[in-house]
C-alpha cells in the first residue's frame, strides 16, 4: 500500500489546508486497516470523504439530527437519538445503529461516547469500516462511482463533484 501524504492531501483537498496534516497518518492508518490499499481504491475512498466531510471540514453534520427523530430505520427509538446519533466522522455514521455496530467494530462505547467520531483517528476508522462492510473496496475496484455514492449517500447527492475529486485523486495517486 502506497501512504498518502499530506501534500498529496492538501492537492486534492485545496482548501482543507492544516486539516490535511491533522488527518492525514489517522487516514492512513484507517485505510491499511480496512484495505482501503491500491491507487483505485484509496482515490475513490479520497473522493467520497472529501465531499462527505466539506475536504475535513465537517466531522458532525451541520443539521441537529432533528430530522431523524423516531427514525426505526436508523435504529433510533429513544427520544433524542436523532440528536444524539447524527452523522459523525469522515462518511458521517447515522443513527443508533450504525454507531452500536460501528463502535462494536472499533472498540469504542459510541453509545455512550457518540462524539468520539468526531476525533480525527476515529472519524478516518469509522469512514474506513463503513467502506470495507458495505463492499465498497470491490465497488472502487470496479471503478463504480455512482454505485459507491449511493451506498453512502442513498442517492446521488454531490456526484458531480465526487466524481471532480476522484478525477484529481486519480493523477495525485497514480
Given at each position: 500500500m502506497n501512504l498518502v501524504t499530506?501534500?498529496?492531501l492538501k492537492r486534492i483537498l485545496p482548501l482543507a489546508g492544516?486539516?490535511?496534516d491533522t488527518f492525514c497518518a489517522p487516514l492512513n492508518i484507517a485505510m491499511g486497516e480496512f484495505e482501503i490499499n491500491t491507487p483505485a481504491r484509496q482515490a475513490a475512498f479520497i473522493a467520497q470523504i472529501a465531499h462527505e466531510?466539506?475536504?475535513f471540514r465537517y466531522v458532525r453534520e451541520l443539521a441537529s439530527g432533528a430530522a431523524y427523530e423516531g427514525r426505526i430505520d436508523l435504529g433510533n427509538t429513544m427520544k433524542g437519538d436523532g440528536?444524539?446519533?447524527r452523522g459523525r466522522g469522515l462518511i458521517q455514521i447515522?443513527?443508533?445503529t450504525n454507531y452500536k455496530a460501528?463502535?462494536?467494530?472499533?472498540?469504542?462505547?459510541?453509545?455512550?461516547?457518540?462524539?468520539?467520531?468526531e476525533?480525527?483517528?476515529?472519524?478516518?476508522?469509522?469512514?474506513?469500516?463503513?467502506?470495507?462492510?458495505?463492499?465498497l473496496n470491490e465497488l472502487a475496484d470496479a471503478g463504480d462511482q455512482v454505485k459507491i455514492t449511493r451506498?453512502?449517500?442513498?442517492?446521488?447527492?454531490?456526484?458531480?463533484?465526487?466524481?471532480?475529486?476522484?478525477e484529481i485523486a486519480k493523477k495525485v495517486l497514480s
Open positions: 499530506a501534500n498529496d492544516t486539516r490535511a466531510s466539506g475536504q440528536v444524539r446519533f447515522t443513527g443508533r460501528c463502535g462494536a467494530a472499533l472498540g469504542l462505547d459510541l453509545i455512550l461516547y457518540p462524539e468520539l467520531l476525533q480525527p483517528m476515529y472519524a478516518c476508522r469509522s469512514a474506513g469500516w463503513f467502506w470495507k462492510t458495505h463492499g451506498r453512502i449517500n442513498g442517492g446521488t447527492n454531490g456526484l458531480a463533484e465526487r466524481l471532480a475529486y476522484f
